[in-house]
């Protein structure tokens, strides 16, 4: 028998709390996606990132894709490839399901333990172009694979390239083994060429031409003063200021004349003190056997110790030769950093 009874108010407020109960738990058994939900196209639906489990959101509801904890593999292929003032690095692709993407590692050592990331890629991506490039230096990459909880494979590599520095002078092609140093010195003002546009880097570098490379590597402000330190160095010769500065630093000297010998042919030994005084060396040792009684023989060791200088392959310094534009340059560019 249906009652006629209009149920009571407190009836009804029971009824309708009861319902939103039920409501409430049925969205309670619904998986809860996470702020980092990340969506792409799959199968019509979404792909989401859920814990360990991808999940596909579609009208038919929710479906596990995959539970693998595996990494993923290492990808292959790694290539690099530099011109135009970039370098390209290119792989295959991974073939897992989970896969996400690729993170890309660069150092400038064949040491992949001081390689830092440069990139994190979606799985599309199959190469990537470094811009950050400093020509004539030498860069080694790495790839690895993530997938979607963010479980990251091996890295392979390395895969190395460098962008050729350009050609600045005539007679300094690029192949020769200076090129780098030479382009990366003039970039910084340290040094010039000739009107002619040539380098002459076999050519010896003069004791007033290496007062003023190191005025310019230092970036030492000129010195002016009214009165000359060396008899053969007066106001008006043209590397004045700069033999001048050098002095005042403490990093050259002159002969027990009085002189300076600007135009003399500056020596490996020679060279070897002045790049000791400005970094403040001390010695160190060395297996070179032709220093051991040269009068400059600890400016050489500490030298040596900082690895901005070296000998030949026969185990000489030769300390007594002049040194060439070129030698000058690597040393230079060594003293600066590079």
């Known amino acids: 028998m249906i009652s006629n009874t209009t ?3 407190p009836t009804v407020l029971w009824r309708a709390f009861i319902s939103c109960i039920a409501i409430m738990l049925s969205f309670c058994v619904m ?5 980092f939900a990340v969506q792409s196209s799959v199968n019509g639906g979404h792909a989401v990132l859920l814990g360990n489990t991808t999940k596909t959101m579609a009208t038919s509801g929710y479906s596990a894709l995959s539970t693998d904890t595996a990494p993923p593999a290492a990808p292959t292929g790694l290539a690099a490839t530099a011109g135009e003032g ?9 073939t897992e399901n989970d896969l996400w993407g690729y993170r890309i590692y660069r150092t400038t050592t064949n040491d992949a333990t001081q ?8 799985q599309d991506n199959l190469s990537y172009i470094d811009r950050d490039v400093s020509a004539g230096t030498t860069y080694y990459y790495w790839v690895s694979a993530y997938d979607t909880t963010d479980n990251e494979g091996a890295m392979t590599g390395p895969v190395s390239a460098a962008e050729k520095p350009p050609i600045l002078f005539n007679d300094v092609p690029a192949s020769h083994w200076a090129n780098a140093y ?9 040094i010039s060429g000739y009107s002619d546009g040539s380098f002459s880097p076999a050519a010896s570098v003069t004791r007033a031409e290496f007062a003023k490379m190191v005025c310019f590597a230092m970036d030492y402000m000129l010195d002016d ?24 630093r403490g990093v050259i000297t002159g002969y027990t004349d009085g002189t300076f010998g600007p135009n003399k042919k500056i020596t490996r030994a020679e060279i070897t003190k002045v790049i000791a005084e400005v970094l403040g060396l ?8 032709d220093i051991n009684k040269n009068w400059a023989s600890d400016y050489i ?7 901005i200088v070296s000998g030949y392959a026969d185990g000489t310094f030769r300390p007594a030769n002049t040194a060439t534009r070129a030698e000058a340059v690597k040393i230079i560019a060594r003293l600066v950093g590079e």
Not at 31 to 35: C, D, E, K, R, T
Not at 115 to 122: E, G, I, P, Q
């Open 301 to 307: 060791t500490a030298c040596v110790k900082a690895g």
């Open 282 to 289: 001390s010695p160190g040792t060395s297996s070179l056997k």
């Open 7 to 9: 149920p009571n108010k």
């Open 225 to 248: 003063p009214a009165k000359a330190s060396f008899s053969d160095v007066p106001y008006d010769n043209w590397a004045y200021r700069y033999i001048e500065t050098a002095k005042s």
């Open 182 to 190: 030479i382009a990366k010195l003039f970039s910084k003002g340290i």
């Open 31 to 35: 998986p809860v996606l996470p702020a």
């Open 115 to 122: 390689a830092f990331k440069l990139a994190n890629l979606l």
């Open 86 to 94: 970039q370098i390209t690095v290119s792989w295959k692709a991974n």
